[in-house]
T-cell receptor, first 112, second 111 residues
């Protein structure tokens, strides 16, 4: 059973608009959440993270929101740019855990 | 500082052949990981290591073996390759499990 779910395989957005990528999790032991970005033919790169003691973390155009009661997090990109077109993976870990659990990814396409 | 490197970048095997993928990191990380990425399946953990001389199974370990004889290297072996092992393989390393740096990937095709 998937512990980290990204239910939207793809998302298309126009340049300048907001992109919202969603992620749900089932394991209440998860206490740290991350978003990775992956371009074709490259390895994933870390984008932004959030600890379970926070409900929001912002880094430039990227903001991650965490709703623990709903076991839901989202990544907001404002404004979206064509260079943001990539696959975005949500990941989670538990305290003292030894591995990250990844979702299946959402492919974001930003058109100019 | 090269970060995480993977060798080779591409490989084509015939069913039943064996090969070893090499991952090397120069950041003195304790944790190292092997993932495979398949269309629609995301990143699935094959094996991982929390320190030199240690290994552990991940989500999809069958058909693979690993070794971590040196802290900076993590080897992934396929003893008898099968077409189902056609995939893109990523290595990652980190000081902690929740901070991982990925290599560029190895694209493996098994015919």
């Amino acid at each position: 059973d998937q512990q980290v779910k990204q239910n939207s395989p793809s998302l298309s957005v126009q340049e300048g608009r907001i992109s919202i990528l969603n992620c749900d999790y089932t394991n209440s032991m998860f206490d740290y959440f991350l978003w990775y970005k992956k371009y074709p033919a490259e390895g994933p790169t870390f984008l932004i993270s959030i600890s379970s003691i926070k409900d929001k973390n912002e880094d430039g155009r990227f903001t991650v929101f965490l709703n623990k009661s709903a076991k839901h997090l989202s990544l907001h990109i404002v404004p979206s740019q064509p260079g943001d077109s990539a696959v975005y993976f949500c990941a989670a870990s538990a305290e003292a855990g030894t591995a990250l659990i990844f979702g299946k990814g959402t492919t974001l396409s930003v058109s100019s | 500082n090269a970060g995480v490197t993977q060798t080779p970048k591409f490989r084509v095997l015939k069913t039943g052949q064996s090969m070893t993928l090499l991952c090397a990191q120069d950041m003195n990380h304790e944790y190292m990981y092997w993932y495979r990425q398949d269309p629609g399946m995301g990143l699935r953990l094959i094996h991982y290591s929390v320190g030199e001389g240690t290994t552990a199974k991940g989500e999809v370990p069958d058909g693979y073996n690993v070794s971590r004889l040196k802290k900076q290297n993590f080897l992934l072996g396929l003893e008898s390759a099968a077409p189902s092992q056609t995939s893109v393989y990523f290595c990652a390393s980190g000081f902690r499990a929740d901070t991982q740096y990925f290599g560029p990937g190895t694209r493996l095709t098994v015919l």
